[in-house]
């Protein structure tokens, strides 16, 4: 017999249930269990049955403690109170993001097992039409040729949504060369949809690692219903192009045809350069450190930086700066100019910056910066460590920043990865591979992906993970 519950009811629904089952499990009354609780039975009879909300995530800690749940169990019933408050698009989106951030966080930005293939092609014995109905066959041909056409300075152009073999493909092609790869995608934008931001953070990685890895890498997108797109009659979705090649292929690359014919190119070509003036730009690459704070400073807003250490840059001084930083005379004062412009910038919005105590220790300990590449400075000394970090406390306390530290055990900071996310309207991401010697700088505009972070991390900010502005200060101090 169906059980039929009232609207208002059924964000509670599951967890009730749950809550319901992991009871009767125990064999336990709801009069003993209220009773452990410290709370009145009636009460916890009306949870029960959908009728009342739990009244906070105190209550789901301390009811797990009561009926000595599992981990595993525990975990579940907070996710269900968590998509209670929530709601399930809301919930299913931020642990997207999380995700992601986890992924990027440990994304190999050099990949020595990407060399797969550089196989030289004698281009005329290539047929010059090529059927595929076999996927091994057609996947290692794929990658023969582009990898050939490419290591004889081809670029690549590519219409095709973001996947985990267009993404290794494009990779193992574009590894050591110096040849630009035009990717031409859809973003889910459907009028209606509950939430469009979740096909758009689902491909989002893929574009993301291949950006990260190439900084030729050139990503552009335009609208269009998921749904509408997957359900086309079109059966040959997937087009590659290269100087000597025209790849078709259906959208799971195990069908495909292969074109060397030089007219077929040149006029696919041409329609590809048509369509790609349709379409936005998704990403911008700035080479270095000076041209990254451009990204950020000029975005007029206000900013959310997520970094394993502080953001010290702005607590670097002058004369700090002059007597470490090992650049050429007009490089040293470019860099300095920048610096200013950042911290007049950052005056003048609401910047919180959310590090690891670890990344304060580390910092502390050792004087490395990490926003800066290891071979641009020499670290500076305690004492000059313990005035920045005075210089922190200042902006702290006058209001000018919000420094706040993540606590480790609910959130691992990755050295790999600085995130900054302005009100709406960039995110701006930094990479950094194992040694510091290298690092990827990336601007995302797009507003579904945009938004889904930027919600995240206010959302992140809130919660117990992150230390109140003034238990920071206390930790910041402890360090002096």
């Not at 057609?138 to 290591?151: A, W």
């Not at 990204?295 to 007597?323: H, K, R, S």
Request: aromatic share 12%.
């Amino acid at each position: 017999m169906p059980v039929f519950y009232r609207k208002d009811m059924m964000p509670m629904s599951q967890f009730s249930e749950l809550l319901r089952e992991y009871i009767k499990k125990k064999d336990i009354t709801i009069k003993a269990l209220a009773e452990k609780c410290g709370i009145d039975r009636t009460y916890l009879h009306k949870i029960l049955k959908g009728e009342r909300k739990v009244p906070s995530v105190d209550f789901v800690e301390n009811i797990s403690l009561q009926l000595m749940l599992s981990t595993e169990d525990k975990s579940r019933l907070m996710e269900l109170y968590n998509i209670s408050e929530m709601g399930e698009d809301v919930y299913n989106r931020r642990k997207q993001v999380s995700k992601i951030i986890h992924d990027m966080a440990n994304t190999n930005m050099e990949d020595p097992d990407a060399l797969t293939f550089k196989t030289e092609v004698d281009i005329d014995s290539v047929p010059e039409i090529s059927i595929y109905t076999d996927k091994r066959e057609l996947r290692k041909n794929l990658q023969v040729l582009i990898c050939s056409d490419v290591h004889n300075g081809s670029d690549i152009q590519v219409i095709a949504q973001p996947t985990e073999f267009l993404t290794n493909l494009l990779s193992i092609a574009a590894e050591g060369s110096e040849s630009t790869i035009n990717h031409l995608f859809f973003f889910d934008n459907t009028s209606g949809e509950k939430n469009t931001a979740k096909y758009n953070l689902d491909i989002f990685p893929f574009i993301c690692h291949l950006a990260q890895k190439h900084e030729k890498y050139e990503a552009f997108y335009y609208y269009e219903g998921a749904s509408a797109y997957f359900n086309s009659t079109n059966i040959m979705p997937n087009i590659m192009i290269t100087n000597n090649f025209l790849i078709r292929t259906d959208s799971d690359y195990c069908e495909g045809v292969i074109y060397r014919s030089k007219p077929m190119v040149e006029f696919y070509m041409r329609q590809f350069e048509k369509f790609k003036t349709k379409c936005a730009k998704l990403l911008d690459h700035a080479v270095d450190i000076l041209e990254y704070v451009y990204f950020w400073y000029d975005d007029n807003a206000n900013f959310i930086g997520v970094d394993f250490q502080p953001c010290t840059m702005l607590c670097l001084t002058e004369d700090i700066y002059n007597a470490h930083a090992l650049l050429p005379a007009d490089a040293k004062k470019f860099v300095k100019a920048k610096l200013t412009m950042g911290k007049k910038a950052l005056s003048e919005h609401k910047f919180v910056n959310l590090f690891s105590e670890k990344g304060l220790a580390e910092f502390m300990t050792t004087g490395e910066i990490f926003e800066l590449p290891r071979n641009s400075y020499t670290f500076p000394t305690l004492a000059e460590r313990k005035i920045m970090l005075q210089i922190m406390i200042s902006l702290c306390e006058n209001g000018m920043a919000d420094y706040r530290i993540i606590k480790d055990d609910y959130f691992a900071v990755s050295k790999n990865l600085c995130i900054n996310i302005s009100d709406n309207t960039s995110l701006n991401i930094i990479a950094r591979n194992n040694c510091f010697s290298d690092f990827s700088y990336l601007k995302i505009s797009e507003t579904s992906l945009v938004q889904a972070f930027w919600d995240y991390f206010q959302h992140f900010i809130d919660s117990d993970a992150v230390c109140s502005h003034e238990e920071t200060i206390e930790i910041l101090r402890s360090y002096l």
